[in-house]
Every structure is written in C-alpha cells, then in structure tokens.
C-alpha cells in the first residue's frame, strides 16, 4: 500500500470514528488531544503524513480499536487480534517501513527502545545524506525523509527513552569520506556532523548514543522496541522476532554493547564535533 492509499483508508477510518461516536468535529478533536482544523485536515485529505504517534494512541484508546486497524494493517477493529507467529519477515515498497515504525513505536510507548543502526542513525541525518545514500539503492529520498522526520518527532516527545549503539569506526569513516561516503563533499560531511553533534544535545538524555570499536564487537543493525519485538533490518526488509526470548536475548546482546562502549553518552556530542574537518 502506497502512501496516498494509505491516507485514503486513514481518513476512511477517522470519519467512520467520528459518525460512531455521535460527536461533532471540536468534541472529538478535543477528545483524542488535537484540535479542530488539525481533524478537518486529516478527515480532508489535504495531506499524506499521518498524525503523531500520540495523536494515533488517543484515538485508538478512546475509540476502543487497534492501531493495526487505525493504520490500514487489518481488517480487525478489536485491540487484541490474532496471535502473532515467532518470527515474520516483513517487506514492501517505498512508504512500507513508515506505516511498521508507527506501529512499532507506538506499542513500545514508555517502554525503552535499543537501536543499532546500519550507518548514521536515521534521525540523525541530513537530507543532503539522505539523498546522497538513497541514491546508492535507487530508493525514494523523500520517503526516507519523512521516516526520518517521524524518528525524529517521536524522540522530541516527552517521556521517550531511546539508546543508540554503533561503532566509532562508522563516524571517522564518514569524516574522512572513506568507504561509501567517497563521493561526498567535505562541506557535506562537515554539515552532517554538526546536525548530529547539535541534535544529540539536543535529545540527551532521552536519547543516548553510545559508541564501540568495532574491531572488538560485530552487530547486525537492529531495533529492540520494548519488551514486543525486535525488528532486523536486512535491506528493504525487516526479520521480525515477537518472542520474549528473543527479545530477552537481543537486549542482552546490545547491554553488551553498552558495557565496552568507549564514548559514553555524555561524551559523544563533543567527540562527533572534533571530528569536523575544517
């Protein structure tokens, strides 16, 4: 489902919401935390972008239905659904890993999530990066920014709780314009670097970055949201493990991490600074 059906069938959903409830548009705006013109733009279809992940949360609780189904991913309005299997494997267009991100971050709400990114983490990035890596595996950049765009809105709410784990080598290959990032113009890696140092001091300590050697820890990118899941991502596609072994298992792994980190949280806002190259 495309970003424009997956609007339609959003707006579908709202209105059918609001003729249930027996309300007028500024009671149930008020009712779900958002106000009026904010409703009349969702039920419009002015816009793709979905709302916050808050705004999805209060609906879905008030009106007593599931985000699956709010989000388009079932047909069933019940909060509890079917059981999930041990492991899927989820996959799809541009646009796909938006609907799974508001999902998944929504039910980790005020639950801790463990991030081990691939390169930069998403939220971190410039749209200059952003087109420059998309480019690379002929994806959609103005997809990629909107995730990035949501990471970036979910951490900014009050009460979330993030960790980030990557090696140091990923950073100083950036700076140095090493590896992928060879074609990458220095004010370009200089401009990233700065974006990151100013946001990760921004978000401490709600959201903390931690960084390793490489050279003595390995670690696929992952996502840990919780005590729900953890998400793999393997290019274009996400490795979804749903039980509470697995999930036991991979905050264990990235714990271990943490423990040989060798640029604590604190720390790493100042250290991805000096790395600018004047």
Request: net charge negative.
């Amino acid at each position: 489902m495309d970003k424009r059906d997956l609007s339609r069938l959003f707006q579908t959903r709202i209105k059918s919401l609001l003729n249930r409830s027996g309300e007028n548009q500024s009671a149930f705006a008020q009712s779900v935390g958002i106000d009026r013109s904010a409703l009349s733009q969702l039920l419009s279809g002015q816009s793709t972008r979905l709302p916050r992940v808050e705004t999805l949360l209060n609906i879905a609780e008030r009106h007593s239905v599931s985000l699956d189904w709010l989000l388009g991913l079932s047909q069933d309005e019940g909060i509890t659904g079917e059981l999930r299997p041990s492991m899927e494997i989820e996959e799809g267009p541009d646009n796909f890993e938006r609907t799974l991100l508001v999902r998944w971050h929504a039910e980790a709400t005020g639950s801790k999530i463990r991030y081990v990114p691939a390169r930069i983490p998403d939220l971190l990035r410039t749209p200059a990066v952003i087109a420059y890596e998309t480019s690379m595996v002929h994806r959609d950049p103005a997809a990629q920014m909107i995730e990035t765009a949501f990471r970036l809105d979910y951490n900014r709410q009050p009460g979330t709780d993030m960790e980030v784990c990557m090696p140091f080598q990923t950073l100083n290959d950036f700076a140095s314009g090493n590896g992928i990032w060879s074609e990458l113009t220095k004010d370009v890696r200089a401009e990233q670097l700065g974006h990151m140092s100013s946001l990760l001091e921004e978000l401490y300590p709600s959201f903390r970055l931690y960084l390793f050697d490489g050279r003595e820890k390995f670690s696929v990118p992952y996502t840990v949201f919780g005590p729900y899941r953890v998400a793999l991502f393997v290019g274009g596609m996400y490795l979804v493990l749903n039980t509470t072994e697995s999930v036991l298992t991979m905050q264990r792994h990235f714990d271990g991490l943490i423990r040989v980190a060798k640029v604590n949280a604190h720390e790493v806002a100042d250290y991805v600074s000096s790395l600018i190259i004047k």
